[in-house]
C-alpha cells in the first residue's frame, strides 16, 4: 500500500504534500526535524490522505496534489474543515 498525504505545517499554515509506503513513520519523521524540506515548518498535523495499490499511482496522484487544480480539489473535500 502506497500513501499521498498532506500536512498542515501549525506554524505557518502551509501545505507539505508527499507521498510513502509508511503513512505514520514518515508522519513522525515529518515532525521529528529529519526531513529536510520540513524540518522548520514544524508541528504538523495530517489534514488528507488517500491509500493506492500501486505506487506509480500514488506518485501520479501526489503530482496531480500539488497543481493549483489538485489544490483546489483539497479545499472543496475538507470544506468543512476550513470554514470550522
Known sequence: MFYVYV???QKDKNWYTGC???LKERFRLHNE???QSTKDRRPFKII???ACLCEKDAFNREKYLKTTYGKRYIRTRLKDYFTG
Open 33 to 35: 526535524g529529519k526531513v
Open 48 to 50: 488528507y490522505y488517500e
Open 7 to 9: 500536512l498542515e505545517s
Open 20 to 22: 510513502t509506503h509508511d
